[in-house]
């Protein structure tokens, strides 16, 4: 079983930075694909960022290409997620996830098994 902890949201201004991170209980934390997503106020969840097993290969909504960076640390069960040139059309609660496959391409439209409890993100123009 992984349970998974996210950290990291708060309040800020459009152009600025933020990093999350996300902290997995379990001993199978390095086998496991990794992603985030997010989820607007009377939006469907979406699929903002996901990483292989290995940190290898990594996947990006078009939305945050090019601002945001998905990164893991398996010696420390953590996911990060660094936020930079952020928008408030990128307001939301952000979700951690943890799927088996260890791929992040499936994870990224696939239900994964594992998901946190999200944290919230508010950006203000």
């Known amino acids: 079983q992984v349970q998974l902890v996210e950290s990291g949201g708060g309040l800020v201004q459009a152009g600025g930075s933020l990093r999350l991170s996300c902290v997995a209980s379990?001993?199978?934390?390095?086998?496991?694909?990794m992603g985030w997503f997010r989820q607007a106020p009377g939006k469907e969840r979406e699929f903002v960022a996901s990483?292989?097993?290995?940190?290898?290969?990594?996947y990006y909504s078009d939305a945050v290409k090019g601002r945001f960076t998905i990164s893991r640390d398996n010696a420390k069960n953590t996911l990060y997620l660094q936020m930079n040139s952020l928008k408030p059309e990128d307001t939301a609660v952000y979700y951690c996830?943890?799927?088996?496959?260890?791929?992040?391409?499936?994870?990224?439209?696939?239900?994964?098994?594992?998901w946190g409890q999200g944290t919230q993100v508010t950006v203000s123009s």
């Open positions: 996830a943890a799927d088996r496959s260890g791929s992040a391409y499936y994870l990224k439209s696939h239900e994964s098994q594992h």
């Open positions: 379990g001993r199978s934390f390095s086998s496991y694909a």
């Open positions: 990483i292989n097993w290995s940190g290898g290969t990594t």
